[in-house]
């Protein structure tokens, strides 16, 4: 079993920026690919990035290009989302993913997610 805690949620105003952690425990000796998806109200859940085990590859939905940034730091067992350029259809919570395909987006464990919400 693996536990996702996401943090680094708030209140930003559009344009604004906003770092998201999400940090693994138990069994991390394995490495998985790992992914961030949000829910905005009244949504289902959508992808927005993942990254491979070793951080080489990334990928993005079309509407995070160039804004967001997925990274991971596997010594410390944590992923990080970068969020720049902030818009108010970011507004969602954002959940952490841990799976065995970043590319085919399949993940098994997943935390409970943190708010963000973003202001005009």
């Known amino acids: 079993q693996v536990q996702l805690v996401e943090s680094g949620g708030g209140l930003v105003q559009a344009g604004g920026s906003l770092r998201l952690s999400c940090a693994a425990s138990?069994?991390?000796?394995?490495?998985?690919?790992m992914g961030w998806f949000r829910q905005a109200p009244g949504k289902e859940r959508e992808f927005v990035a993942t990254?491979?085990?070793?951080?080489?590859?990334?990928y993005y939905a079309d509407s995070v290009k160039g804004r967001f940034t997925i990274s991971r730091d596997n010594g410390r067992n944590t992923v990080y989302l970068q969020i720049n350029s902030l818009k108010t259809e970011d507004t969602a919570v954002y959940y952490c993913a841990a799976g065995d395909s970043a590319y085919a987006r399949r993940f098994d464990y997943w935390g409970q997610g943190t708010q963000v919400t973003v202001s005009s």
């Open positions: 990254i491979t085990r070793g951080g080489v590859n990334t």
């Open positions: 138990g069994r991390t000796r394995s490495s998985y690919a």
